[in-house]
C-alpha cells in the first residue's frame, strides 16, 4: 500500500500538494463568485493549520489530507489576492479620457507600417491621473502612439505625461486563444493608453544608470552589425532565436509551427538548456572542476537572462532550462523530480496566474517530460543498437511531447507528425546557429573581421535550416488535426502516465482490481455503455457566434458535421489578420477542417476580411456572394478576377436556397436593389430553418431595406440583430415582424461608433427579447433539436 501520512513518500505528496493548489486557483477562476470573504477564508485556513500542526504530532494516519485541504484553500486565497484590485488601480479608470503621469519601466516595442509610420508601446508605472483633480494611482498600462519619426523617444526611468483613453487589455473570448489579459496581469499591467500622434511629454529625463536599457543598446548595436553582413530577414529571425522577439515572416513562422519547432525562434528553456550543454562540454573539455563549472554556468546563464530583458518568461525559461540540464549533468532522476515539483510550487505561490499561461505549462510539461520519462526512453532505445545522438534525440523529442501533447493540441488542435525529423534534422543546425551566433556576439567587442565570418556561417546555416523546414512541411501528413481534449480528459491522460511511471501504484491498483473483480467488470459494462449511448446520441444544430470584435462571423455546424461559415469578421485600416489568428483556432478547435458554405454578407472588411486565409488554408466547397462589384470581392480575398473559385461564387438572389440534413437556408432579398447606397444596403439576408427553430442573419441592412422584408415570413426564433446594433438598423416596425426571442449582436468594445445603440436596445426590450452581446459574453453557442434550444456563453 501506498504510505505517505508520515512522510514516506515525499514526491507523491508535493506532487498532491501542487495538485490541491491548483484546484483551489481554478475553481476561483471559474467560479469567482462563490467566496469574496477574506476574514472566513483566512479563519479556514488557520483552523486547518491548527488541526494539521496537532495531528501531525500525533502522527495520525489522515493527517496529509488536511495538508491537501489547507493548499487547497490557499489556492483560492492566493487567487483571490493576486487578482484585487485596489481603489486606486489604473483599472477602475475604464474607458475615461485622463492625463497620466508615469515612469517609462521598458525600453519601447517599435514597428513599422506599410505607410512608413512607426507604431510605439511602452510600459508605464503609472503614478497619478488628472481629470478634474489629480489622483494617485497604482499599476502599469500599455502606451500606444504613432510617430513618424524615431526622434524625442522616451527612455526607461524617464518621467512622463500624455493625454489619452484608458481602456482595459482586450482579448477575443474564444475557446483555445491565448488570454493577454491573463498574461499581462502577470506583470502587473492591467490598461491600455492610447495617445495617437499626440505628443508624449518627458517631464524629468532619468540620469540613473539603466541595466536593461544597457542591454538594450547592446542588443541594438549587434542586431546593426548583422545588418551590415547578411541579408534583413535572416537577421530578424537569428536576433529573435538568441535574444527574443518575433519580427520575422509569417511563411517561415508557419512552417516552424508546423513542424512542431516553433520554440526555438524565442528565447526558451530550450536555449538555456543548449548554452547549459555547451558550458559544461567546453568545462569537460578544459578539465575544469565540476563545482567550479556550475557556478560559472549559473553566472554566465544570470548574466544571458539579463540581457534578454529579464522578463517574467526569460526567467522562467531560465529556471526550467538550468533544471533540467543539471538534472541530466548529475544523472540524479529522483533529485530532479524533487527540484521540479519544489520550484513549480514555488512559482505558483509566488504568481497563481503562471498556471494559465501557455509558456509556464509547455515549459513545465516538457521539462517533467525530461526527469521523468527520458531516462525511461532512452534506456529502452538503447537496445536498438543506435547511435548514442540519435537515441538522445529521440528520448528527448518523444518524452517532451508525449508529457506537453494535451497542451499543444488544446492551443494548437495538431499534431507535428514531422516534428521527430525535424528535430533530429533540422534543431542540430540551429542549436550550432545559436552557439555561433553567440561567440559571434562575445567576439565582437574584441575581433569585429572574425564576428563578420561568423555571421555568414550563421546565415548559410540558415538557408539550409529554412528550406530543410520547408520540405519537411510538405511531407504527407507532416501535421494532423488532433481534436483539443477537455478538462477531464486532462486529468485521466495525466493520471495514466503518472500511473505508467510509478510501479508502486500500478502493484496497489492490480490488486485492488483483483480484491473488487465484481466492480471493476460492473464499472467497465457501464463505461462501455455510457461511451456507445453518447456515440450514437443524435447530436443538436450548434450556432456558433464567434467574437471577432467589431464585426460579425458565425458557424453553423449541422447534426451531422456538415459546416457553414456565414461572414469571417475583420479589422478596418489594421493589418492584423483575423482569419489566421481568430477563425482558422475557433473552426480547428470545433473539428472543422473545410467548410461546405462560406457566405459573405457583404463585402465590407468587417464581413469579409478574413475570408482570405480561410479559402487559402481549408478547402470551401461554395462561395455565396451578394450582387456586388466583383472587384470589391477579388480586393478582400485577394483573389485575381479570372480565379477559379471567385469565377464560380454564387450570388444570392431572391430564390437562392439550399438544404443541408433537414436544415432549410432561404434567401430573403431585395431583386429590386432600390436606391443602394452603400454596401450594408446590399447585404444578404439570410434565414435558417430546422423544424420549429429559426435564425434570421441580416448582415448590416439599414432599416431603408428592412421595409422590402415585411410582406416576407421573417419570424424567427433569433435574430442576428444587424450592423452591429446600429440606430440606422433595426426599426421597431421589422422586429415586431420577426419578434425574437433572443437577439445576438456581434459587436466589439470601445468600437467608435457606439454600437449597440441605446434606441435599439430599447425596441428589443420592449418585444420582450432577451439581448446576448459578444463584447461582454464572448462566443455564443446556440444548441437545438429543432424544437427548443439551449445557449452557453464563453464568459459566464
Same mark, same amino acid.
Given at each position: 500500500?501506498?504510505?505517505?501520512?508520515?512522510?514516506?513518500?515525499?514526491?507523491?505528496?508535493?506532487?498532491?500538494?501542487?495538485?490541491?493548489?491548483?484546484?483551489? *486557483?481554478?475553481?476561483?477562476?471559474?467560479?469567482?463568485?462563490?467566496?469574496?470573504?477574506?476574514?472566513?477564508?483566512?479563519?479556514?485556513?488557520?483552523?486547518?493549520?491548527?488541526? /494539521?500542526?496537532?495531528?501531525?504530532?500525533?502522527?495520525?494516519?489522515?493527517?496529509?489530507?488536511?495538508?491537501?485541504?489547507?493548499?487547497?484553500?490557499?489556492?483560492?486565497? !492566493?487567487?483571490?489576492?493576486?487578482?484585487?484590485?485596489?481603489?486606486?488601480?489604473?483599472?477602475?479608470?475604464?474607458?475615461?479620457?485622463?492625463?497620466?503621469?508615469?515612469?517609462?519601466?521598458?525600453?519601447?516595442?517599435? !514597428?513599422?507600417?506599410?505607410?512608413?509610420?512607426?507604431?510605439?508601446?511602452?510600459?508605464?508605472?503609472?503614478?497619478?491621473?488628472?481629470?478634474?483633480?489629480?489622483? $494617485?494611482?497604482?499599476?502599469? *498600462?500599455?502606451?500606444?502612439?504613432?510617430?513618424?519619426?524615431?526622434?524625442?523617444?522616451? #527612455? &526607461?526611468?524617464?518621467?512622463?505625461?500624455? $493625454?489619452?483613453?484608458? !481602456?482595459?487589455?482586450?482579448?477575443?473570448?474564444?475557446?483555445?486563444?491565448?488570454?493577454?489579459?491573463?498574461?499581462?496581469?502577470?506583470?502587473?499591467?492591467?490598461?491600455?493608453?492610447?495617445?495617437?500622434?499626440?505628443?508624449?511629454?518627458?517631464?524629468?529625463?532619468?540620469?540613473?544608470?539603466?541595466? %536593461?536599457?544597457?542591454?538594450?543598446?547592446?542588443?541594438?548595436?549587434?542586431?546593426?552589425?548583422?545588418?551590415?553582413?547578411?541579408?534583413?530577414?535572416?537577421?530578424?529571425?537569428? +536576433?529573435?532565436?538568441?535574444?527574443?522577439?518575433?519580427?520575422?515572416? #509569417?511563411?517561415?513562422?508557419?512552417?516552424?509551427?508546423?513542424?512542431?519547432?516553433?520554440?526555438?525562434?524565442?528565447?526558451?528553456?530550450?536555449?538555456?538548456?543548449?548554452?547549459?550543454? +555547451?558550458?559544461?562540454?567546453?568545462?569537460?573539455?578544459?578539465?575544469?572542476?565540476?563545482?567550479?563549472?556550475?557556478?560559472?554556468?549559473?553566472?554566465?546563464?544570470?548574466?544571458?537572462?539579463?540581457?534578454?530583458?529579464?522578463?517574467?518568461?526569460?526567467?522562467?525559461?531560465?529556471?526550467?532550462?538550468?533544471?533540467?540540464?543539471?538534472?541530466?549533468?548529475?544523472?540524479?532522476?529522483?533529485?530532479?523530480?524533487?527540484?521540479?515539483?519544489?520550484?513549480?510550487?514555488?512559482?505558483?505561490?509566488?504568481?497563481?496566474?503562471?498556471?494559465?499561461?501557455?509558456?509556464?505549462?509547455?515549459?513545465?510539461?516538457?521539462?517533467?517530460?525530461? *526527469?521523468?520519462?527520458?531516462?525511461?526512453?532512452?534506456?529502452?532505445?538503447?537496445?536498438?543498437?543506435?547511435?548514442?545522438?540519435?537515441?538522445?534525440?529521440?528520448?528527448?523529442?518523444?518524452?517532451?511531447?508525449?508529457?506537453?501533447?494535451?497542451?499543444?493540441?488544446?492551443?494548437?488542435?495538431?499534431?507535428?507528425?514531422?516534428?521527430?525529423?525535424?528535430?533530429?534534422?533540422?534543431?542540430?543546425?540551429?542549436?550550432?546557429?545559436?552557439?555561433?551566433?553567440?561567440?559571434?556576439?562575445?567576439?565582437?567587442?574584441?575581433?569585429? +573581421?572574425?564576428?563578420?565570418?561568423?555571421?555568414?556561417?550563421?546565415?548559410?546555416?540558415?538557408?539550409?535550416?529554412?528550406?530543410?523546414?520547408?520540405?519537411?512541411?510538405?511531407?504527407?501528413?507532416?501535421?494532423?488535426?488532433?481534436?483539443?481534449?477537455?478538462?477531464?480528459?486532462? @486529468?485521466?491522460?495525466?493520471?495514466?502516465?503518472?500511473?505508467?511511471?510509478?510501479?508502486?501504484?500500478?502493484?496497489?491498483?492490480?490488486?485492488?482490481? %483483483?480484491?473488487?473483480?465484481?466492480?471493476?467488470?460492473?464499472?467497465?459494462?457501464?463505461?462501455? &455503455?455510457?461511451?456507445?449511448?453518447?456515440?450514437?446520441?443524435?447530436?443538436?444544430?450548434?450556432?456558433?457566434?464567434?467574437?471577432?470584435?467589431?464585426?460579425?462571423?458565425?458557424?453553423?455546424?449541422?447534426? =451531422?458535421?456538415?459546416?457553414?461559415?456565414?461572414?469571417?469578421?475583420?479589422?478596418?485600416?489594421?493589418?492584423?489578420?483575423?482569419?489566421?489568428?481568430?477563425?482558422?483556432?475557433?473552426?480547428?478547435?470545433?473539428?472543422?477542417? #473545410?467548410?461546405?458554405?462560406?457566405?459573405?454578407?457583404?463585402?465590407?472588411?468587417? =464581413?469579409?476580411?478574413?475570408?482570405?486565409?480561410?479559402?487559402?488554408?481549408?478547402?470551401?466547397?461554395?462561395?455565396?456572394?451578394?450582387?456586388?462589384?466583383?472587384?470589391?470581392? /477579388?480586393?478582400?480575398?485577394?483573389?485575381?478576377?479570372?480565379?477559379?473559385?471567385?469565377?464560380?461564387?454564387?450570388?444570392?438572389?431572391?430564390?437562392?436556397?439550399?438544404?443541408?440534413?433537414?436544415?432549410?437556408?432561404?434567401?430573403?432579398?431585395?431583386?429590386?436593389?432600390?436606391? @443602394?447606397?452603400?454596401?450594408?444596403?446590399?447585404?444578404?439576408?439570410? #434565414?435558417?430553418?430546422? =423544424?420549429?427553430?429559426?435564425?434570421?442573419?441580416?448582415?448590416?441592412?439599414?432599416?431603408?431595406?428592412?421595409?422590402?422584408?415585411?410582406?416576407?415570413?421573417?419570424?424567427?426564433?433569433?435574430?442576428?440583430?444587424?450592423?452591429?446594433?446600429?440606430? $440606422?438598423?433595426?426599426?421597431?416596425? +421589422?422586429?415586431?415582424?420577426?419578434?425574437?426571442?433572443? /437577439?445576438?449582436?456581434?459587436?466589439?468594445?470601445?468600437?467608435?461608433?457606439? =454600437?449597440?445603440?441605446?434606441?435599439?436596445?430599447?425596441?428589443?426590450?420592449?418585444?420582450?427579447?432577451?439581448?446576448?452581446?459578444?463584447?461582454?459574453?464572448?462566443?455564443?453557442?446556440?444548441?437545438?433539436?429543432?424544437?427548443?434550444?439551449?445557449?452557453?456563453?464563453?464568459?459566464?
Amino acid at each position: 500500500m501506498i504510505k505517505i501520512h508520515y512522510g514516506q513518500s515525499p514526491l507523491l505528496f508535493i506532487n498532491f500538494i501542487i495538485l490541491f493548489y491548483s484546484l483551489g *486557483v481554478y475553481m476561483m477562476m471559474k467560479t469567482p463568485e462563490i467566496s469574496k470573504s477574506y476574514t472566513h477564508l483566512f479563519c479556514l485556513i488557520i483552523v486547518n493549520l491548527i488541526l /494539521a500542526f496537532y495531528f501531525t504530532l500525533r502522527k495520525y494516519k489522515l493527517t496529509f489530507l488536511l495538508y491537501l485541504i489547507l493548499f487547497f484553500l490557499l489556492g483560492v486565497m !492566493r487567487y483571490l489576492s493576486f487578482t484585487f484590485i485596489a481603489d486606486d488601480n489604473i483599472k477602475n479608470y475604464d474607458n475615461q479620457e485622463v492625463t497620466l503621469t508615469g515612469i517609462i519601466c521598458q525600453m519601447p516595442k517599435i !514597428r513599422q507600417d506599410s505607410a512608413g509610420i512607426y507604431h510605439l508601446t511602452y510600459v508605464v508605472d503609472t503614478k497619478s491621473i488628472k481629470q478634474k483633480e489629480e489622483k $494617485t494611482t497604482t499599476g502599469k *498600462v500599455y502606451l500606444y502612439q504613432k510617430q513618424k519619426n524615431l526622434d524625442n523617444l522616451a #527612455k &526607461i526611468n524617464d518621467t512622463i505625461s500624455a $493625454t489619452g483613453t484608458i !481602456r482595459l487589455i482586450q482579448n477575443y473570448h474564444n475557446p483555445n486563444l491565448i488570454d493577454r489579459e491573463l498574461s499581462a496581469q502577470e506583470e502587473g499591467i492591467y490598461a491600455t493608453f492610447s495617445i495617437g500622434k499626440q505628443n508624449l511629454k518627458i517631464l524629468n529625463t532619468s540620469d540613473k544608470f539603466s541595466l %536593461q536599457e544597457f542591454c538594450y543598446q547592446i542588443e541594438q548595436s549587434f542586431l546593426q552589425s548583422m545588418y551590415q553582413t547578411m541579408p534583413e530577414n535572416d537577421a530578424n529571425m537569428i +536576433f529573435a532565436m538568441l535574444f527574443g522577439g518575433y519580427n520575422i515572416e #509569417k511563411d517561415i513562422l508557419e512552417a516552424y509551427s508546423i513542424t512542431g519547432i516553433i520554440h526555438i525562434l524565442s528565447v526558451s528553456g530550450s536555449h538555456i538548456s543548449l548554452i547549459s550543454l +555547451f558550458l559544461l562540454s567546453l568545462g569537460k573539455f578544459l578539465h575544469l572542476p565540476r563545482f567550479f563549472n556550475l557556478i560559472l554556468l549559473l553566472i554566465l546563464i544570470i548574466f544571458y537572462t539579463i540581457l534578454c530583458g529579464a522578463s517574467v518568461p526569460v526567467m522562467r525559461a531560465s529556471i526550467m532550462g538550468l533544471l533540467s540540464i543539471i538534472a541530466l549533468y548529475l544523472e540524479e532522476k529522483s533529485t530532479a523530480q524533487h527540484l521540479l515539483s519544489i520550484i513549480a510550487l514555488i512559482l505558483l505561490l509566488f504568481n497563481p496566474l503562471l498556471l494559465f499561461n501557455i509558456s509556464f505549462q509547455l515549459s513545465f510539461a516538457s521539462t517533467a517530460g525530461l *526527469v521523468y520519462l527520458m531516462p525511461i526512453l532512452r534506456s529502452k532505445l538503447n537496445k536498438l543498437k543506435l547511435p548514442s545522438l540519435l537515441i538522445d534525440n529521440l528520448a528527448l523529442t518523444m518524452s517532451a511531447q508525449i508529457f506537453a501533447f494535451p497542451i499543444i493540441i488544446w492551443y494548437f488542435t495538431s499534431l507535428s507528425l514531422s516534428s521527430l525529423l525535424a528535430n533530429l534534422i533540422i534543431i542540430p543546425l540551429l542549436e550550432i546557429l545559436i552557439i555561433l551566433g553567440l561567440i559571434a556576439f562575445i567576439l565582437g567587442f574584441i575581433f569585429p +573581421f572574425i564576428t563578420k565570418i561568423l555571421f555568414i556561417f550563421a546565415s548559410l546555416i540558415l538557408s539550409i535550416s529554412n528550406e530543410a523546414t520547408f520540405l519537411l512541411t510538405k511531407i504527407p501528413f507532416a501535421s494532423i488535426y488532433v481534436p483539443p481534449l477537455d478538462f477531464p480528459a486532462i @486529468l485521466i491522460y495525466y493520471s495514466l502516465i503518472f500511473i505508467t511511471l510509478n510501479i508502486k501504484i500500478r502493484k496497489y491498483l492490480y490488486l485492488l482490481l %483483483q480484491k473488487y473483480k465484481f466492480i471493476t467488470y460492473i464499472c467497465s459494462i457501464s463505461l462501455i &455503455i455510457f461511451s456507445c449511448y453518447f456515440m450514437i446520441k443524435p447530436s443538436p444544430l450548434q450556432i456558433h457566434f464567434i467574437d471577432v470584435g467589431q464585426g460579425d462571423a458565425c458557424l453553423i455546424i449541422t447534426p =451531422h458535421q456538415h459546416s457553414i461559415l456565414i461572414d469571417t469578421g475583420g479589422s478596418i485600416n489594421s493589418d492584423f489578420d483575423i482569419g489566421s489568428y481568430v477563425d482558422l483556432p475557433y473552426l480547428h478547435h470545433y473539428g472543422i477542417n #473545410k467548410l461546405d458554405y462560406l457566405i459573405l454578407s457583404h463585402a465590407d472588411a468587417d =464581413h469579409s476580411g478574413g475570408a482570405s486565409s480561410i479559402l487559402q488554408k481549408i478547402p470551401v466547397n461554395h462561395l455565396i456572394i451578394t450582387d456586388e462589384d466583383k472587384d470589391l470581392y /477579388a480586393k478582400i480575398l485577394k483573389l485575381p478576377l479570372n480565379n477559379p473559385l471567385l469565377a464560380k461564387a454564387i450570388v444570392a438572389k431572391e430564390n437562392t436556397a439550399f438544404n443541408l440534413e433537414d436544415i432549410h437556408f432561404q434567401f430573403l432579398q431585395n431583386d429590386e436593389k432600390e436606391n @443602394l447606397k452603400s454596401s450594408n444596403d446590399s447585404s444578404n439576408v439570410l #434565414k435558417l430553418t430546422y =423544424h420549429n427553430f429559426s435564425v434570421l442573419f441580416t448582415g448590416d441592412l439599414p432599416q431603408t431595406q428592412e421595409k422590402y422584408l415585411l410582406n416576407k415570413n421573417i419570424a424567427s426564433t433569433i435574430l442576428k440583430v444587424a450592423h452591429h446594433g446600429s440606430k $440606422t438598423s433595426s426599426s421597431q416596425e +421589422f422586429l415586431e415582424h420577426v419578434r425574437p426571442q433572443l /437577439a445576438i449582436i456581434s459587436v466589439g468594445k470601445y468600437n467608435s461608433f457606439g =454600437h449597440p445603440s441605446k434606441e435599439v436596445l430599447d425596441r428589443l426590450n420592449n418585444l420582450p427579447t432577451k439581448i446576448l452581446r459578444t463584447d461582454e459574453k464572448g462566443a455564443i453557442i446556440i444548441y437545438t433539436d429543432g424544437y427548443n434550444f439551449s445557449f452557453k456563453t464563453f464568459l459566464n
